[in-house]
Structure formats: C-alpha cells, structure tokens
C-alpha cells in the first residue's frame, strides 16, 4: 500500500471491542491506528502496556487451531485534538451512552469528509450526530452497523483480547455528507480494515439501521421473566437466552413484527429505501449459522443456540446467598433510551401503533426510574435524556430522515 492509500483510522472507545479493532486494524499494512478514550487513566494505562509488548489478539475458529494477531497502535490518547488530526474515518466501538461525550470533544477537529462509524451504532445514531455537530454533520458521511463485527473478550487492558466469534456478514446503511465527499471509499476501506469476515453489507438509509436495531430483546426478555414477580428473592439466576419462554417468544416476535411494520410505513411513507428492516428471528438466524441446532422457531433459536449457552439474567445477590433482578444493569438502562424509546418516538411520527412495545417500555421505565411515555405520548421528562427524534426537535417524518 503506497502512502497515498494508507488509512488513518481512530477507534473511539477501550472495552472489548475496541481492543480487537485496534490489533486487527494495526496489523494490516499502511494503516494508521489512534485510539481515544476519555475515562479515567485508561488511556494512559494502555499506552503503558504496549511500551512492554505488543497487543495480541487471538482468533479462534470452530475445528481450527487459534491463530494470533500481533500489533501495535501508533497512537492511545486522551486527547481529542491529537486523535482526530487528519484521520479518514472514526469509529464508535463503546455504548451509545457514550456516544454524545466523545462526539462533543471531537466536534472541534473534526475535517470536512471523515467517516464516522458506529460499530454498532444502536438507535438514533445519526440524529445525534446532528445535534452535536451541527452544520459540521453536512460535512461528514455517516455509517451505522447492527452489531459488532466480532464476540471477544478482555483478556489483559491493552494487551490480551480474544475474538471468540467472527460473524459471516454484517448489515449498515450510509448516507455521505451533504457538503464533503468522503475521503475514502467508505465501505472498501471499512472492509480493508476490518478483514475478510465479517462481509460488509451496506444499503438503505440509515433510518432503516434505527428502526432495526434490536435493542427491544434485553427488555422484552427482562419484562417476561419479571413482571409477575412478586419481590421474593430466587435461589439461582435463570438462564436469559437459552431459558426462553413460551411467553418471552411471543413478547419478542410481537415487538418485532412492530418494528416490520414500522419499517413498511416508513418506507412507503417517504420512498426510502428501509429493506434491511428483517424479523429477529432473521436476525438471529443470520448472525448464528453454525451454532443453532434447531432453526423452527423463535423459541428454539435462542434455546438451542451455543454462543447462548449459560448466560444468565442480571441479578444482585443478597446477604443469603439469593438472588434478585438487576434493573439497573444496561439490558434496561442503555436499551431503552437507545433502543426502545428511538423506535417508539419515530412510530409515534409516522402514527403506527405499538401496543407491545408500549407495554414493555412502559414496565421497564418504571424500574429504572424514568418518565418516557406518558398517556400514548412520548412526552416524559427524561426524553431529553434519549437519542428519540423528539429530544432533537425532529416531529415529521422529512425532518427525522434529514431532508430538511
């Protein structure tokens, strides 16, 4: 790769997911690797790790023999203006909580015709980006993925992580700035970095990636298995997603069959392409083709599903050794905000009804303590605190999709 083609990519974020990209990314030729991350000393903490060693990344593969990537990135920082300064392409790879600092500290380096990522985006991704960055968001393409492209793990900050899963192929949807074109070939050269697995499948609008995302399943299995609960502790957690229930499979497939719907009406509504809107059982299905042995029903994908298998509700113990739900872990504090609320506030747009959404939404704010939906309107006073369209002043269907 000459030195006209060489990439500038900065990972934003240093959990999991960040330290895989970082090291696959690294160990491709004539690539430029920055990492920014904002809390505590974890950059400071990293760079110090890698003065010693390189960062390994092992990748393992069903029936083959590990393989290990070691790399370096040229760059772990704290500081936002150093990050950013001549980079091709951003990528979000941390919680949607996380989104808006990160983006409000790079808003005043960012350059005309970067590439912002979200890997995954979650929800309302491009809504925030606009009210970040303001006109700054018609100089920038913006991509946004349903999902990680790898399940890893930590094994050592900034020297061990383990890719225990590639997935075959991922969905996401683009839309190129107004105002800049991008300064590389957006999906070619998030491919490049990324590796051969995942396949980068890019179509629709970016609408399309909001509505789909599957931020629904946390809370919909949580309201299944607790809300007839009757406050008494349990003797151990149960299993979350192998532990499906009758009840749970129908929660879920009611929820997406809402948002199959929602995705319909928005297209036909506006002429926007939102095709890549699929039921969950679809997406399951696809994310999981080797390790689903049984593939009849919603029920049996999750049950019978290997990268599933003893994953257990979030629960607090107790001075006897019991156990209780944990409403405040993220499956309810990200999801919703990011997730549930986005879908219901473009619903409530386009006026299609959500009535199983509605009802989860409406268990799930009550235990963590937020007002979102109040009456059939997402009026309450913590929208201000979600990435819905409302809390960006966005109320018609023009405005959500960035026509006006």
Same mark, same amino acid.
């Given at each position: 790769?000459?030195?006209?083609?060489?990439?500038?990519l900065?990972?934003c974020?240093?959990?999991?997911?960040?330290?895989?990209?970082?090291?696959?990314a690294?160990?491709?030729?004539g690539t430029?690797?920055?990492?920014?991350?904002?809390y505590?000393?974890?950059?400071?903490?990293?760079?110090?790790?890698?003065e010693?060693?390189?960062?390994?990344?092992?990748?393992?593969?069903?029936?083959q023999e #590990?393989?290990?990537?070691?790399s370096?990135?040229?760059?772990?920082?704290?500081n936002p203006?150093?990050?950013?300064?001549?980079?091709?392409? =951003?990528?979000?790879?941390?919680?949607?909580?996380?989104h808006q600092?990160f983006l409000e500290?790079? $808003?005043?380096?960012?350059?005309p015709?970067v590439?912002i990522?979200g @890997?995954?985006?979650?929800?309302?991704?491009?809504f925030? +980006?606009?009210g970040?960055?303001?006109?700054?968001?018609?100089?920038?393409?913006?991509m946004?993925?349903e %999902?990680?492209?790898w399940?890893?793990?930590?094994?050592?900050?900034g020297?061990?992580c383990d +890719?225990?899963?590639t997935?075959?192929?991922i969905?996401?949807?683009?839309?190129?700035g107004?105002?800049?074109? #991008?300064?590389?070939d957006?999906?070619?050269t998030?491919?490049s970095?990324?590796?051969?697995h995942?396949?980068l499948?890019?179509?629709?609008?970016?609408?399309?990636?909001? =509505?789909?995302c599957?931020k629904?399943?946390h809370?919909?299995?949580?309201?299944?298995?607790w809300e007839g609960?009757d406050?008494?502790?349990?003797?151990?957690?149960p299993?979350?997603? %192998?532990?499906?229930?009758? @009840?749970?499979?129908?929660?879920?497939?009611?929820?997406s069959?809402?948002v199959?719907? @929602?995705?319909?009406?928005?297209?036909?509504?506006?002429?926007?392409?939102t095709?890549?809107?699929?039921?969950l059982y679809?997406l399951?299905? $696809?994310?999981?083709p080797q390790e689903?042995?049984?593939?009849?029903?919603?029920?049996?994908?999750?049950?019978?599903?290997?990268?599933?298998?003893?994953?257990?509700h979030?629960?607090?113990e107790?001075a006897?050794?019991?156990f209780?739900?944990d409403?405040?872990?993220?499956y309810?504090t990200?999801?919703? #905000?990011?997730g549930?609320?986005?879908?219901?506030? =473009?619903?409530?747009?386009?006026?299609v009804?959500?009535?199983?959404i509605d009802k +989860?939404?409406l268990?799930?704010?009550?235990?963590v303590?937020?007002?979102?939906?109040?009456?059939a309107k997402?009026?309450? $006073?913590?929208?201000?605190s979600?990435r819905? #369209?409302?809390?960006?002043g966005?109320?018609?269907?023009?405005?959500?999709?960035?026509?006006?």
């Open positions: 790769m000459s030195s006209t083609d060489s990439i500038k900065l990972i974020g240093s959990g999991n997911g960040a330290h895989a990209f970082a090291g696959i690294s160990s491709h030729p430029e690797v920055r990492v920014l991350s904002l505590q000393d974890e950059a400071e903490r990293w760079s110090k790790a890698l010693t060693a390189d960062l390994e990344i092992t990748c393992h593969r069903r029936d #590990p393989s290990v990537i070691r370096k990135p040229a760059l772990i920082t704290k203006e150093d990050a950013v300064r001549g980079v091709d392409i =951003i990528a979000f790879v941390l919680p949607a909580f996380a600092v500290a790079l $808003k005043p380096y960012i350059e015709g590439i990522v @890997l995954p985006g979650a929800s309302g991704l491009e925030q +980006v606009r970040v960055l303001g006109d700054k968001a018609n100089t920038c393409t913006v946004n993925f %999902t990680l492209p399940a890893c793990r930590l094994g050592e900050f020297r061990k +890719v225990l899963g997935k075959e192929s969905s996401g949807a683009m839309q190129v107004r105002d800049a074109a #991008p300064k590389k957006p999906v070619t998030l491919q970095l990324i590796g051969d995942p396949r499948k890019v179509a629709g609008h970016l609408i399309g990636m909001t =509505i789909m599957p629904y399943l809370p919909s299995i949580m309201f299944s298995q609960w406050g008494k502790p349990v003797s151990e957690p299993l979350f997603y %192998t532990g499906l229930s009758e @009840l749970a499979a129908e929660i879920l497939s009611s929820c069959d809402e199959l719907k @929602l995705g319909r009406v928005v297209g036909e509504k506006s002429g926007v392409d095709s890549q809107v699929t039921h679809d399951i299905v $696809k994310f999981y689903i042995s049984d593939t009849t029903s919603l029920r049996s994908v999750f049950r019978t599903n290997a990268a599933y298998q003893g994953l257990k979030p629960m607090k107790t006897d050794h019991s209780v739900p409403f405040a872990h993220r309810l990200e999801d919703i #905000p990011y549930l609320v986005v879908i219901r506030g =473009i619903a409530e747009i386009v006026q009804d959500t009535p199983t +989860v939404l268990w799930a704010q009550e235990k303590g937020k007002e979102y939906l109040v009456g997402l009026q309450g $006073k913590d929208v201000p979600t819905a #369209p409302q809390r960006y966005l109320t018609t269907l023009d405005a959500i999709l960035g026509r006006v």
